[in-house]
């Protein structure tokens, strides 16, 4: 199979360089040589960073190396691949536009996917002719770490095909998910921003500081997540009990449909995290790369336990 990923930003070199280890033929797709040129040495310093903590053999480095390249030749690539995976902004009339061209260049059979984090994919597909072949599949930030993907199906996307790509994620060594209906922030996302809408709101209230609030997050179910879900944990706990939890909690939830007042305060004020130096911690005092580098350190030693490394 060729596989062509156009993006060169942070998603698309990690995103292909995973397709190698699933036996893909990848191509990064760059708007220029150079910007080509910058992706593939990024996805060659992640495939690095797997083969140094011993989750890839040397053989698989042998063949990623052969098999995955660059270009800035995007219709000749384009019509070549059996599958297109888009990694853009996340901007609907830009994909709108770009998966229009895509379904004209591309061979009748060919499977085209958008990395998107929340657009909704069965509007992407608005424009194309086989809008059957079109889905989401959504790699987890960082994409050469994070097992899970999520492949979400628009309202005309082809079930068999759908199931077609989480055995190819699978062979790549991915954890994929299959999300039936096109919903706004797909599965993981759904879940992940209620916490955060609920994490600002505590933080809003005056109920703890964001430090005290991450630290509980981080030493409670975040701990056990990753071996123990959510549901299980109230099936083993019993459903009578967690039921009547829940209920008395819920009634005190953030339940508005927007950002919390503490949110908004930030954004509004030009203080939007990392970027410019403040945002709910003090940046100037606290590292963004020490904190990347503890989640990257944190997520390989999960992929060596579970891959008995």
Not at 102 to 115: E, F, G, K, Q, V
Request: net charge negative.
């Amino acid at each position: 199979m060729r596989a062509a990923v156009v993006g060169t930003g942070m998603m698309g070199p990690g995103i292909a360089m995973t397709l190698t280890l699933g036996g893909v033929e990848a191509v990064i797709l760059g708007r220029t040589v150079e910007s080509a040129a910058a992706g593939l040495a990024a996805a060659r310093r992640q495939f690095e960073l797997l083969e140094a903590n011993g989750l890839v053999t040397g053989e698989q480095a042998a063949f990623s190396a052969a098999n995955l390249r660059a270009s800035a030749a995007f219709e000749v690539e384009v019509a070549a691949a059996d599958l297109v995976i888009e990694s853009g902004p996340e901007n609907l009339p830009f994909k709108q536009e770009l998966f229009e061209r895509l379904d004209s260049l591309t061979a009748p059979a060919a499977l085209l996917t958008s990395n998107t984090s929340g657009l909704s994919i069965t509007a992407i597909a608005e424009r194309c002719q086989r809008p059957e072949r079109v889905m989401t599949t959504h790699f987890w930030n960082p994409p050469h770490l994070m097992p899970l993907v999520e492949i979400v199906m628009g309202a005309r996307t082809w079930l068999p095909l759908a199931e077609q790509m989480r055995d190819l994620l699978t062979a790549c060594g991915k954890v994929p998910v299959v999300v039936k209906k096109d919903t706004p922030g797909q599965l993981g996302n759904r879940m992940h921003m209620a916490l955060i809408r609920e994490a600002a709101h505590i933080v809003s209230e005056g109920i703890a500081d964001a430090s005290e609030v991450d630290l509980a997050a981080r030493m409670s179910f975040g701990l056990r997540l990753p071996m123990y879900g959510l549901l299980e944990h109230m099936d083993i706990v019993g459903l009578d009990m967690s039921m009547g939890i829940l209920e008395y909690v819920a009634s005190d939830l953030y339940n508005k449909a927007e950002a919390p007042p503490r949110y908004k305060e930030l954004v509004a004020g030009g203080d939007l995290g990392a970027k410019t130096g403040r945002g709910f911690y003090d940046w100037s005092v606290k590292s963004a790369d020490e904190a990347r580098a503890r989640r990257d350190g944190f997520v390989l030693q999960m992929l060596k336990w579970r891959r008995g490394v």
